[in-house]
């Protein structure tokens, strides 16, 4: 019952360096999201995926890259970090495509970017 | 655009004691909607959703949440808080129109319980 799996669950950056997020579900869900929480805000919206080779984009996706290579991977690519991005960030997916489908999240990352 | 607001940052109730956290949708129809719970350092979990039809849902652990489409509310309800209940709690909506993917979170409502 691994559900929706996340890598790391803590990270420390450095300004400017590249990192990814990886997320994984078992559960043969088509989509999958990402999100970032921050104290006070709730969770934002990242990206999201529909599918294998379907990305789009969310509330707060800039300075965040994401593909869907396959149905059960969707990683979160920071190309030059920054303290900006300092957050817990979640991974989620859903069997269905909209309605009435639920989240399944993941654990959560933690990621400091000094 | 959708909007969930979540009116309490904080409440703190007594064990025992019946609780009730607010939430307000913004959507033009009725949408979709959730109250997740998330404990310190874990993932949302669902306690409950709500579609369509009867007003007062049933959850796990005991919650139940009623929705009142003339206020536009879906508040989640315990009648007996346990302390084991401390956690961040978030409602959420998603649109009901097809393509609505995306679920809108409000900011949360964080419960302390005093034993």
């Known amino acids: 019952n691994a559900g929706v799996t996340q890598t790391p669950k803590f990270q420390v950056l450095k300004t400017g360096q590249s990192m990814t997020l990886q997320c994984a579900q078992d559960?043969?869900?088509?989509?999958m999201s990402w999100y970032r929480q921050d104290p006070g805000m709730g969770l934002r919206l990242i990206h999201y995926s529909v599918g294998a080779g379907i990305t789009d984009q969310g509330e707060v996706p800039n300075g965040y890259n994401v593909s869907r290579s396959t149905t059960e991977d969707f990683p979160l690519r920071l190309l030059s970090a920054a303290p900006s991005q300092t957050s817990v960030y979640f991974c989620?997916?859903?069997?269905?495509?909209?309605?009435?489908?639920?989240?399944?999240f993941g654990e959560g990352s933690r990621l400091t970017v000094l | 655009a959708q909007s969930v607001t979540q009116p309490d940052i904080h409440i703190t109730v007594s064990e025992g004691a019946s609780l009730e956290l607010r939430c307000n949708y913004s959507?033009?129809?009725?949408?979709?909607l959730f109250w997740y719970v998330q404990s310190p350092g874990q993932g949302l979990q669902l306690l409950l959703k709500y579609f369509s039809g009867d007003t007062l849902v049933q959850g796990i652990k005991g919650f139940e949440a009623e929705f009142k489409r003339s206020q536009s509310s879906f508040n989640l309800k315990k009648p007996s808080v346990h302390w084991s209940d401390a956690a961040e709690y978030f409602c959420a909506s998603r649109g009901s129109g097809a393509g609505s993917y995306q679920l809108t979170f409000g900011k949360g409502t964080k419960l302390s319980v005093i034993p």
């Open positions: 959507y033009g129809a009725t949408p979709y």
């Open positions: 989620a997916s859903s069997l269905k495509l909209a309605g009435t489908g639920e989240l399944f």
């Open positions: 559960m043969n869900h088509e989509y």
